[in-house]
């Protein structure tokens, strides 16, 4: 009967490993996209309208004047707005947007942070958890490698004859104990 040949354990890739390289391709993936489309907003907090269309509750964009002012127009009562062209502010009603950029016939503004949708904060929360646990975990685990005692490395003392002298082996032990059972104060 022949012998079987041994076949390692399989090895697999650690999981920060893995969720790192799936962050890096995503954020390759998603810079490489938007380095070909540039003019496409994928911010959640980006809205594009042209002109016409409604930025706060009523208030529609009207395009730039000659001059290079932003107009706004709300049709419900009759009021006219009118910014100046390096404005990056508009507010409205007691509501404000953040205009990050304007030409004749369009406008691209981003809302406050409070009026991202619910699943931008699920992501952030979730993110930053888990970079807590990581960091936790790391850190226990380079605390409990510190605290196990490793052989001592170096050349074997020779004797006065120029030879090696063999120490026997011996078991390494522990220097601290891990603690079991509670603390008493």
Do not use: C
């Amino acid at each position: 009967m022949g012998r079987r040949m041994r076949v390692g354990k399989k090895r697999r890739l650690p999981v920060w490993m893995a969720v790192s390289a799936a962050l890096a391709l995503f954020l390759m993936v998603y810079e490489g996209y938007r380095l070909i489309m540039p003019f496409v907003a994928r911010d959640p907090l980006y809205h594009e309208v042209n002109f016409g269309q409604r930025v706060i509750d009523d208030w529609q964009y009207e395009g730039e004047n000659e001059e290079g002012y932003l107009l706004f127009y709300n049709p419900t009562n009759g009021d006219r707005a009118m910014l100046p062209p390096q404005s990056r502010l508009f507010g409205a009603d007691g509501k404000w947007v953040v205009i990050e950029h304007a030409d004749a016939a369009s406008l691209t503004y981003a809302e406050p942070l409070a009026a991202a949708p619910w699943y931008v904060y699920v992501v952030l929360f979730a993110g930053m958890g888990f970079g807590g646990w990581w960091a936790f975990q790391r850190l226990r685990a380079k605390r409990g490698a510190r605290m196990r005692v490793r052989p001592a490395r170096g050349s074997a003392p020779s004797g006065g004859d120029g030879r090696v002298q063999e120490r026997p082996l011996r078991k390494s032990r522990r220097r601290f104990k891990p603690h079991r059972g509670s603390r008493l104060l």
